[in-house]
């Protein structure tokens, strides 16, 4: 099974920063990454897919970078809103299997 | 409005079953791979199986197989999960979510259900 390890688990930040959280897959899994922020009591959101594809609405501050076994998510300029924990996901098609990070909690 | 609405939670003894159902609107069933997540009180996201779009082919977590079943009715515009033998570490929200048509991010995701196992 393909692991993915996430850091960091948790993150301090403050409006304006930017951030970057990395997700590093035990074996080579190309581009078959994806992230998602969930905020509490709510379910996931689809940001990227496809390690660097932004999803339709999602603002241009939220990126993606990396193949392979390197992936790394970056938000620009910390907004207010971005608070929340980001999970990276991968997965193989043959079968379809996923697997998710630990997640990164950002906090104040 | 496309939705995914699921039902079918509750508090259930060890050792006890649940089917848990995801009725979807505002989309075609029939086109779209489907699959559940779960989390635990205070844990990360925990994928726990899939469904393509006929009900052909499914597949699971590793830890998860032999207790749960997935399965489709697109006609009725339903996804469930059937789920057995449960066990304390099965407490968690429930999550069914769709596989976006264009990639493998799960694009559209409900709200949960709850699903307590305890004695």
């Known amino acids: 099974d393909i692991q993915m390890t996430q850091s960091p688990s948790s993150l301090s930040v403050s409006v304006g920063d930017r951030v970057t959280i990395t997700c590093q897959a035990s074996?080579?899994?190309?581009?078959?990454l994806n992230w998602y922020q969930q905020k509490p009591g709510n379910a996931p959101k689809l940001l990227i897919y496809?390690?660097?594809n932004l999803e339709t609405g999602v603002p241009s501050r939220f990126s993606g970078s990396g193949s392979g076994t390197e992936f790394t998510f970056t938000i620009s300029s910390l907004q207010p809103e971005d608070i929340a924990t980001y999970y990276c996901?991968?997965?193989?098609?043959?079968?379809?299997?996923?697997?998710f990070g630990q997640g990164t909690k950002l906090e104040i | 409005e496309v939705q995914l609405v699921e039902s079918g939670g509750g508090l259930v003894q060890p050792g006890g079953s649940l089917r848990l159902s995801c009725a979807v609107s505002?989309?075609?069933?029939?086109?779209?791979?489907m699959t559940w997540v779960r989390q635990a009180p205070g844990k990360g996201l925990e994928w726990v199986s899939y469904?393509?779009?006929?009900?052909?082919?499914?597949t699971y977590a590793d830890s998860l197989k032999g207790r749960f079943t997935i399965s489709r009715d697109n006609a009725k515009n339903s996804v469930y999960l059937q789920v057995n033998s449960l066990r304390a570490e099965d407490t968690a929200v429930y999550y069914c979510?769709?596989?976006?048509?264009?990639?493998?991010?799960?694009?559209?995701w409900g709200q949960g259900t709850m699903v307590t196992v305890s004695s």
């Open positions: 979510a769709r596989v976006a048509d264009t990639n493998d991010g799960f694009d559209i």
């Open positions: 505002g989309f075609t069933l029939s086109s779209y791979e």
């Open positions: 469904i393509s779009t006929s009900g052909s082919s499914m």
């Open positions: 074996q080579d899994i190309s581009n078959y």
């Open positions: 496809e390690a660097v």
């Open positions: 996901q991968q997965y193989d098609n043959l079968p379809s299997m996923y697997t």
